[in-house]
């Protein structure tokens, strides 16, 4: 049993680490999502902030008439041109449930501490980023070409943040981890 543990201390080590700071992560952001889920609920600060900065966009891309609000069930924030509905911002969509998946492999791959850190930051924000572009992309793909709304939405936009968050994993287990000397 020993000699089996020792031979994939590695692979257990991985698993654990992953597990361990994903539960942690998740169950903390939970935790702060349970603060908006009242009588009265309303979006957490992070879904509105992602909401507004993708009206933003859609707004320097010279869309007039851009407005940002609240949905009436409290739960969700509208995005709209021109009062045209174009996509319901919620939780799920603000990708901190994506930062907590990168940053809980990236823990579990180690490398040095400053990089490691560094690392989550930079993938964080460019996973934030990538996501605020991909709300931006869906709505006006939307306005524009209503017909192909379905296959950018179930299609498209998983694909370009999920595989956004891949190429990152491969980035650092190839350059940046420790586990490449091993």
């Not at 859609?58 to 609240?70: D, F, I, P, R, S």
């Not at 709304?149 to 370009?160: C, D, E, G, Q, T």
């Not at 491969?170 to 000397?181: A, H, M, N, T």
């Amino acid at each position: 049993m020993l000699s089996l543990i020792k031979k994939y201390r590695l692979v257990l080590r991985f698993i654990f680490i992953f597990l361990g700071s994903y539960f942690l992560f998740s169950s903390l952001y939970s935790g702060f999502l349970i603060l908006y889920d009242t009588e009265h609920p309303v979006p957490d600060p992070l879904t509105q902030l992602v909401a507004r900065q993708s009206g933003t966009v859609m707004q320097g891309l010279g869309y007039e008439n851009v407005e940002v609000v609240m949905h009436y069930t409290g739960l969700s924030m509208k995005l709209m041109v021109n009062d045209y509905f174009l996509a319901g911002i919620v939780e799920g969509c603000n990708s901190a449930s994506i930062i907590i998946l990168f940053t809980s492999f990236i823990l579990a791959f180690f490398g040095k501490t400053v990089s490691t850190i560094l690392y989550i930051l930079a993938g964080s924000v460019i996973i934030y980023s990538i996501n605020i572009l991909r709300i931006v992309i869906l709505a006006v793909s939307i306005y524009e070409y209503p017909q192909y709304a379905n296959i950018m939405h179930s299609i498209f936009f998983p694909l370009a943040i999920y595989g956004t968050v891949l190429i990152l994993w491969l980035i650092w287990v190839r350059i940046y981890s420790k586990w490449k000397k091993q």
